[in-house]
């Protein structure tokens, strides 16, 4: 595990994670049930082009969006109460000297080996994960992933709004997953570097 200690959302994050896959956009590779996502063409395109222009497109961000991130600090500080933790902020982890894969985690403790996903969302979607009580699917391939990236024991994911009970789930690894993402990352990875190599006429 290789530690890039830069803030989280600066330019310089922004720069180091340019045409590189990473956890929170895996599904776009691969889809839960370990299989090549329908959205794999279209993400591996974005990234050769990343690495040709230098420069990321600009994602679009609603209200809900803003009101995350500025939340982030509050739930971070609100999971560090709860569960006696003291949370270490990263900027990128990446697996090996490769870096061809990277996460971003919300926070890492080290000495316990578990890192940690926030989520802030609005009022509804709590309430729905409450009733689930289990974590959300759309954040199954993320924590895997950030798993295969650090090689630590589990991954905490906590759901935060205010006003409402916060959702703590504890995700160990899923290996038949994990499996899978080798094979599919090794493949994703070759033939991003081919085509990049390609466009560079190299």
Known sequence: MIIVDIKQGSEEWIKEKLGKPSASNISKILTNAGKPSKQREGYLYELVAERLTGRREESYKNANMEMGNEREEESRSMFELLQDASIEQVGVVYK??????????????????????????????????????????????????????????????????????????????DKEYINALKVELEIFTEELNKITDKLRGE
């Open 96 to 173: 090996d000297e490769k870096k061809e894969f990277l996460c971003s985690p919300d926070g890492i403790v080290p000495k316990q080996k578990y890192g940690l996903e926030l989520k802030n969302v609005l009022p509804k979607t709590q309430v729905k994960y409450l009733l689930n009580g289990k974590l959300p699917s759309e954040y199954f391939g993320q924590c895997q992933s950030s798993l295969y990236v650090t090689g630590f024991d589990h991954w905490m994911f906590m759901s935060f709004c205010p006003g409402l009970k916060p959702l703590i789930i504890m995700v160990e690894p």
